[in-house]
């Protein structure tokens, strides 16, 4: 079955208001930037989303976030972007912040059909205790905390119990994809991408080089295609932000020595 679709707009125009959307990538790197500028251009609001982090304040996630099409994140890192810091303590943004890995399994279970799992991760904290702050109240209260999870005890050891995530859409990159839907990440980029795509239920992937199925080698696939409902070529696969850079001087004489 051919998954390609002729742009970006037209693969994301039945994502609705409020739906639930999985996005790969970790900050700037590996990010699905034609499927987020076409989300931005179509106009939906209400969406929820499930990321390790919203981008920056003017890329990635963080050009939802700034036009206010984002109600909700379930994230692990949220560092980079002061309007979300900002959105989150004014009472416009409800935020779940989860540990990283509890993140990843959670989406990698959801779309291998595993209800919910045990981790060591959070066990002793309001992770597991519950009333962390999700939603503030416009005076500064707390008007959405999270539950208490449920706990078990294994060999003597006490584990938190995780529920799985699944989501309406997701969006994703990837290095190279065939008609298929087969995809091929590239190097650190591999990171939240094949789970956020196994954790949606129409997962639009977004290629550098997009191949004929059948070129690509079987053992080279890093995700089969049916995790993936469509596809579509990025319009410049040399466009890549880089989220910091960081130069440092170094004298001539640091140098000759």
């Known amino acids: 079955m051919d998954k390609t679709w002729s742009s970006a707009a037209e693969a994301v125009a039945d994502l609705p208001d409020g739906a639930s959307v999985a996005v790969g990538g970790f900050g700037l790197c590996g990010i699905p930037h ?26 990635g996630l963080g050009l939802l976030l700034g036009e206010k099409r984002i109600a909700r994140m379930m994230s692990s890192y949220v560092g980079e972007n002061k309007e979300f810091a900002r959105q989150y303590l004014a009472g416009e943004l409800e ?21 919910a799992f045990y981790t060591l991760a959070g066990v002793g904290t309001a992770v597991a205790e519950g009333g962390l702050p999700w939603r503030y109240a416009a005076d500064g209260s707390v008007a959405v905390a999270s539950p208490k999870r449920e706990t078990r005890v294994f060999d003597g050891v006490e584990y938190v119990m995780e529920e799985s995530v699944t989501t ?8 190279v994809g065939d008609t298929h839907g087969n995809l091929v990440f590239n190097a650190s980029a591999r990171n939240f991408n094949p789970l956020a795509a196994m954790a949606g239920r129409v997962t639009i992937a ?29 319009t410049d696969p040399t466009l890549k932000r880089i989220e910091k850079r960081t130069v440092s001087s170094v004298s001539t004489t640091q140098a000759g020595n």
Do not use: K, M, W
Request: include cysteine; charged fraction near 20%; aromatic fraction near 2%.
């Open 34 to 59: 034609d499927l987020i500028h076409a989300v931005l251009a179509s106009g939906v609001s209400g969406l929820r989303v499930v990321s390790n982090n919203c981008g920056v304040d003017d890329g």
């Open 95 to 115: 935020v779940e912040l989860v540990p990283q890995g509890t993140l990843a399994e959670r989406l990698r279970a959801g779309g291998s059909g595993i209800p």
């Open 168 to 175: 309406d859409f997701a969006l994703v990159r990837a290095a």
């Open 206 to 234: 977004e290629v550098e080089r997009l191949v004929p199925a059948g070129e690509l080698d079987p053992d080279s696939i890093h995700l089969p295609g049916v995790f993936v409902q469509r596809v579509v070529a990025v």
